[in-house]
């Protein structure tokens, strides 16, 4: 069963709050062109000079948070998170789609230090690749993200393993794979959690 939590949160942390659930916003990270959508176009031009693999990634259950406001339909976040073995945060992928609408959106946190005009390359059981642009940089986080075409969401639902790739600075292709097997039973699912947020303007 769900658990229901009422918060009460300011005009300024509602706005911060709206830029990490949504992943929307007009300033974009250094080298990532506004505007971008994911394709199955690939990265922007460049050479890799190698490939690694992640070190050790530990990814939890996929879970399903809902945030509601008064007024507004709810906003839910499909979501799954990776740490290291130290216990950081690694890598979080989040499905957002606010109720009543067709549209959906893909974020992803990253850790700092990439390469970000290379964006983010994702892919489905090796399936086509989908670019992902970075649109946001905070200290210890960087945000890429943009709108989910129904094919990729469709290919998430079907898939068994999502295959992540980025570049590191020293321009060598970083990759790390997690499970979508359960995404689609989530996904349609109830809500694990839904916060009832309650706005003082």
């Known amino acids: 069963m769900g658990s229901n939590r009422v918060l009460r949160i300011g005009y300024t942390s509602h706005a911060l709050w709206l830029l990490l659930t949504l992943g929307a916003g007009s300033a974009f990270a250094q080298g990532a062109q506004p505007g971008e959508q994911s394709s199955k176009a690939g990265s922007p031009e460049f050479a890799v000079r190698g490939q690694r693999e992640a070190r050790e ?16 339909g709810a906003v839910c976040r499909t979501t799954i998170s990776g740490t290291w073995q130290t216990g950081q945060s690694a890598v979080r992928v989040d499905l957002i789609e606010k109720e009543g609408e067709n549209a959906a959106r893909l974020q992803m946190f990253l ?7 290379a964006g983010v390359k994702i892919s489905i059981d090796h399936g086509s690749a989908y670019h992902i642009p970075y649109v946001w940089c905070l200290t210890n986080t960087c945000i890429a993200a943009d709108r989910a075409e129904a094919d990729l969401i469709k290919e998430m639902e079907a898939g068994q393993r999502l295959l992540l790739e980025v570049v590191d600075s020293s321009v060598l292709a970083v990759h790390t794979s997690l499970p979508v097997s359960q995404f689609a039973a989530v996904r349609r699912g109830p809500a694990s959690q839904t916060f009832n947020q309650a706005i003082d303007e």
């Open 57 to 72: 990634i530990k990814y939890g259950d996929w879970r399903k948070v809902c945030f509601r406001t008064s007024g507004t």
């Open 111 to 117: 850790p700092v230090g990439l390469y970000l005009q």
